[in-house]
Nanobody, 126 residues
Framework: QVTLVESGGGLMETGASLRLSCAAS????????MAWFRQVPEKEREFVAA????????YYAASVKGRFSVSRDNAKNILYLEMNSLKPEDTAVYLC???????????????????WGQGTQVTVSS
């Protein structure tokens, strides 16, 4: 069982940087693939980035590749999302998620994740 709590969201200007954190309690994060998704009202939850549990390989959505960086600190049980060059279209609730025994292209799919946080709001003004 894993409980996830996101933090670090806020109101930012276009071009700014922001770092989100996802603190986990319960089982060790090292046993899970971890991901960030985002959601805006009336739209489907969108994959942002993930880090695979065994290889630590990162995966990114095309819309954020080169601007966002995902990392994890297994000793502290924290997942991070470093967001640079923010754009208004990055405005969303950002949620972290944990998945057991999932890797590769399956990381992009919301239904593979067993545990979800409540989310943190990121708003980017134009």
């Amino acid at each position: 069982q894993v409980t996830l709590v996101e933090s670090g969201g806020g109101l930012m200007e276009t071009g700014a940087s922001l770092r989100l954190s996802c603190a986990a309690s319960g089982d060790s994060l090292s046993a899970f693939s971890m991901a960030w998704f985002r959601q805006v009202p009336e739209k489907e939850r969108e994959f942002v980035a993930a880090v695979e549990y065994s290889s630590e390989r990162p995966y990114y959505a095309a819309s954020v590749k080169g601007r966002f960086s995902v990392s994890r600190d297994n000793a502290k049980n924290i997942l991070y999302l470093e967001m640079n060059s923010l754009k208004p279209e990055d405005t969303a609730v950002y949620l972290c998620a944990a998945a057991a025994s999932v890797w590769g292209s399956e990381l992009y799919k919301t239904w593979n994740y067993n545990f979800w946080g409540q989310g943190t709001q990121v708003t980017v003004s134009s």
